[in-house]
């Protein structure tokens, strides 16, 4: 099955600073690859997704990059803000079948500092 | 939150009794997912749901049942809870288009004591 590594576990940045975090997939046939935001006591919440017919997506300060051939992709923020600090999440939904299955990789704890 | 209500919101309970969480969603969506979340383990799949009377096994499936008797509603059942199911356990809708996003609850907190 599916299996989603997610580096680094923690990351603390500078205000204004970028933020990188990377994820690779296992299942080649991988189509969706979403990214969640968890702010502390609620669920995690989708700010950006990809497919893979795409290697890129914006979203104001917000970017996800898809390298399939490689099996990677990451999100990037730039200009970061203390409300950034959050859990994030990345995920790949297997090609198989039809029932949506999200793989999530383990997460990162971003501290934004100001 | 998507219309998803989650409850109760926090429960402790003692090993061996049985836990019944649920999950009530207002979006009329097809699939619904049960999830936990653990430290370095990020969300691990539980259970979900492709209809009514319709599921099938996630990745962490053992110790936990589930059922879906009306579209707005999923339940998941310990049967005799263990402290390793002490975690905290999200709810999770998508609509029927198979590339839909998920849309999760704000979980239940479960301590097994």
């Known amino acids: 099955g599916e299996n989603v590594e997610q580096h680094p576990s923690t990351l603390s940045v500078q205000e204004g600073d970028s933020a990188v975090i990377k994820c690779t997939y296992s299942?080649?046939?991988?189509?969706?690859f979403p990214w969640y935001k968890q702010e502390l006591g609620k669920g995690p919440q989708l700010i950006i997704d990809?497919?893979?017919?795409?290697g890129e997506k914006k979203d104001q300060r917000i970017a996800v990059t898809l390298n399939k051939t490689a099996k990677h992709f990451s999100l990037h923020i730039t200009e970061t803000q203390p409300e950034d600090s959050a859990v994030y999440f990345c995920?790949?939904?297997?090609?198989?079948?039809?029932?949506?299955?999200?793989?999530f990789g383990q997460g990162t704890t971003l501290q934004v500092k100001p | 939150d998507a219309g998803i209500t989650q409850s109760p919101r926090h429960k402790v309970t003692e090993t061996g009794t049985p836990v019944t969480l649920r999950c009530h969603q207002t979006?009329?969506?097809?699939?619904m997912y049960w999830y936990r979340q653990d430290p370095g383990h990020g969300l691990r799949l539980i259970h979900y749901?492709?209809?009514?009377?319709?599921?099938d096994k996630g990745e962490v499936s053992d110790g936990y049942s589930v059922s879906r008797s009306k579209t707005e509603d999923f339940l998941l059942t310990l049967e005799s809870a263990t402290s390793s199911q002490t975690s905290v356990y999200f709810c999770?809708?998508?609509?029927?288009?198979?590339?839909?996003?998920?849309?999760f609850g704000n979980g239940t907190r479960l301590t097994v004591t």
């Open positions: 999770a809708i998508s609509e029927n288009r198979v590339n839909s996003p998920l849309h």
């Open positions: 979006e009329n969506h097809r699939y």
């Open positions: 995920a790949a939904r297997g090609g198989s079948g039809n029932t949506g299955k999200l793989i």
């Open positions: 749901s492709y209809g009514v009377k319709d599921t």
């Open positions: 299942d080649s046939a991988s189509n969706y």
């Open positions: 990809i497919r893979s017919n795409v």
